[in-house]
């Protein structure tokens, strides 16, 4: 696979140990939970200290949740999901943009994603006291840039055994969440999601506008 790297020398190893920047994400989400697993089971921390929720941001309180938050997970499951996708979607989208600015960009959409999921409660009553935790506001970060460097790009979405091109699969997977939260009452963090996947969208027509050639030469890699 072709590495494209926007602005950036391909590098042959990361920061630690030869491990990617992906690989080196995912093992500190699985640490972290198990870690912050630990102090809530054990009263040492509660949610508040860990999990976004708008009303502690509006009084000025637990700000550092923004940056805590994307890496606690709901339960086994949730994290399995979310490291699951995280381990395709990441390990491409790091050979497209190089090991350092995959991981700012992974970083901002995160924080972006918890900024938008807050002010959104405003809109949102019900989120306005609720916890939102989990790396899926990033990931969508990630989605929404794919749709614009490899929009022809076939995935698998959920349990659909047959493959779909990103940029339908994408704006299908946020509807679809949205709609199981919904009907099933289930806590989904749908604003933080698309707060995600605007940032996304973002970055990838930037990047687009600036490296049309190299963008172009991706999308027709990935058809």
């Known amino acids: 696979m072709e590495v494209y790297n926007f602005g950036y020398q391909k590098k042959k190893k990361s920061f630690l140990s030869g491990l990617s920047v992906n690989t080196q994400i995912i093992i500190l989400n699985i640490i972290l939970f198990i870690v912050f697993s630990i102090l809530i089971r054990t009263n040492i921390l509660t949610w508040d200290y860990i999990a976004i929720k708008p009303s502690n941001i509006f009084e000025g309180k637990y700000i550092w949740t923004f940056l805590t938050s994307m890496f606690m997970h709901g339960g086994l499951f949730h994290l399995f999901v979310n490291m699951f996708s995280l381990f395709f979607v990441g390990s491409l989208i790091q050979k497209l943009l190089g090991p350092k600015r995959y991981l700012s960009f992974y970083l901002i959409a995160g924080l972006f994603a918890g900024i938008f999921f807050v002010l959104a409660s405003l809109i949102f009553p019900a989120d306005f006291n609720s916890y939102a935790i989990g790396a899926s506001g990033a990931l969508f970060g990630l989605i929404g840039l794919m ?17 779909i091109k990103i940029k339908y699969a994408a704006p299908g997977i946020l509807i679809l969440l949205w709609l199981i939260s919904v009907l099933g009452e289930i806590p ?11 940032v996304g969208l973002i970055y990838g027509f930037y990047l687009r506008m600036k490296y049309k050639n190299k963008v172009k030469a991706i999308s027709k890699r990935f058809s």
Do not use: E, K, R, S
């Open 188 to 198: 989904i963090g749908n604003t933080a999601h698309l707060g995600g996947l605007i």
């Open 147 to 163: 749709m614009f460097l490899t929009p022809n790009l076939p995935v698998y979405v959920m349990f659909i055994p047959i493959p």
